[in-house]
């Protein structure tokens, strides 16, 4: 699970630390054949757990800045790649490409569509829903009749 994550968004293996932590966070929250009817978390806390704060592993995150730590014209936000949660508080855990460093943020958005591209250093938008006006009818040629699929 680990190694798709990191490849499906092509985070830089340093990161395998993050990925593990936030796979077993999923796994703890998933049904198993190991405990019947419920989650792992759920039979050791007792609570059913929430997953609405489960987002895409290695996805564009944009943390809010606060005022007191930017002028008037500066960003409101800073662009940066999902890493998990944070250990300390409820909070994401997020990195920071441009500046290269771990922020952690309660105020975040999220674009799950996008990744970042590590060669380039931007955003970019990845396929994971086809689009259907971009598929066209391939023709496949069988001798001298054409077969359209």
Not at 18 to 30: D, G, K, Q, Y
Not at 49 to 54: A, E, I, K, L, N
Not at 78 to 88: A, D, F, Q, R, T
């Amino acid at each position: 699970m680990v190694r798709c994550m990191i490849n499906e968004k092509n985070i830089p293996k340093t990161f395998w630390p993050e990925a593990v932590n936030w796979a077993v966070h999923i796994l703890n929250r998933c049904p198993t054949f190991a405990v019947k009817d419920i989650t792992p978390e759920e039979a050791w806390s007792g609570i059913k757990p929430s997953v609405s704060h489960f987002r895409i592993f290695g996805c564009i995150a944009y943390a809010h800045v606060p005022d007191n730590l930017r002028k008037k014209l500066d960003d409101k936000s800073v662009v940066c790649v999902h890493l998990g949660l944070s250990e300390e508080s409820k909070a994401y855990k997020l990195y920071d490409p441009i500046r290269r460093r771990i922020i952690v943020s309660k105020d975040v958005m999220f674009d799950e569509f996008k990744q970042w591209n590590w060669e380039s250093k931007t955003a970019e938008k990845t396929n994971l829903i086809v689009d259907c006006d971009e598929i066209e009818t391939s023709a496949v040629s069988a001798g001298n009749e054409t077969i359209n699929e």
